[in-house]
């Protein structure tokens, strides 16, 4: 199993930054591709943003320039520095592992348990 544990979330201004955390942990043989999700109350969860084991990235449209997310393949961590923050922003945000556990094993999600992000206007 692969346990994700999240970090960084908190009450922002609109306007603020702050950088969310996800490090994984357990039986771990490879992370092929990280994503960041959010879900508002009353709404659906959506892709925030993605990166692939080759560092390509995919980001929403809402956060495109102003999120950022970044991978450490040594420490099995992911980031997301999300900047010039919108009271819209405001959700739980989840970071989720697109991983295996053994070379014979295929590739399963692994999710986080969330981070609170609050955005004041």
């Known amino acids: 199993q692969v346990q994700l544990v999240e970090s960084g979330g908190g009450l922002v201004q609109a306007g603020g930054s702050l950088r969310l955390s996800c490090a994984a942990s357990?039986?771990?043989?490879?992370?092929?591709?990280w994503g960041w999700y959010r879900q508002a109350p009353g709404k659906r969860r959506e892709m925030v943003a993605a990166?692939?084991?080759?560092?390509?990235?995919n980001y929403a449209d809402s956060v495109k320039g102003r999120f950022t997310i970044s991978r450490d393949n040594a420490e099995n961590t992911v980031y997301l520095q999300m900047n010039s923050l919108k009271p819209e922003d405001t959700a739980v945000y989840y970071c989720?592992?697109?991983?295996?556990?053994?070379?014979?094993?295929?590739?399963?999600?692994?999710w986080g348990q969330g981070t609170q992000v609050t955005v004041s206007s």
């Open positions: 990166i692939t084991s080759t560092g390509s990235t």
């Open positions: 357990g039986n771990i043989f490879r992370i092929n591709a």
């Open positions: 989720k592992a697109v991983a295996r556990t053994h070379y014979r094993d295929y590739d399963r999600n692994y």
